[in-house]
């Protein structure tokens, strides 16, 4: 059974950093993508960054130049590096991954980045 276990959400004052990990359990195969997305109160759930085998990425306008996505293939563990926070980055922080041809979600890990 394949799982999700995300880590490193919390809050941070602005212009602080935090580093969200996603470990992929259960499966011999590395996901082709991995990413996040995130949502915020009465906001859709939108694309922030995402990583495709070997290590294309892509990342949301909104946080280019700040945030940085990487895998550890070898642990199939991706992670969101997330600097300059402001307190438009609160939101509810999910890891997605496309596993051979099926689509997973963490369950959620709180950024929280006050006024």
């Known amino acids: 059974q394949v799982q999700l276990v995300e880590s490193g959400g919390g809050l941070v004052q602005a212009g602080g950093s935090l580093r969200l990990s996603c470990a992929v359990s259960?499966?011999?195969?590395?996901?082709?993508?991995m990413g996040w997305y995130r949502q915020a109160p009465g906001k859709q759930r939108e694309l922030v960054a995402d990583?495709?085998?070997?290590?294309?990425?892509n990342y949301a306008n909104s946080v280019k130049g700040r945030f940085t996505i990487s895998r550890d293939n070898a642990k199939n563990t991706v992670y969101l590096q997330m600097n300059s926070l402001t307190p438009e980055d609160t939101a509810v922080y999910y890891c997605?991954?496309?596993?051979?041809?099926?689509?997973?979600w963490g369950q959620g890990t709180q950024v929280t980045v006050p006024s």
């Open positions: 990583i495709t085998w070997p290590a294309r990425t």
């Open positions: 259960g499966s011999r195969f590395s996901p082709h993508a």
């Open positions: 997605n991954v496309l596993l051979v041809g099926v689509t997973y």
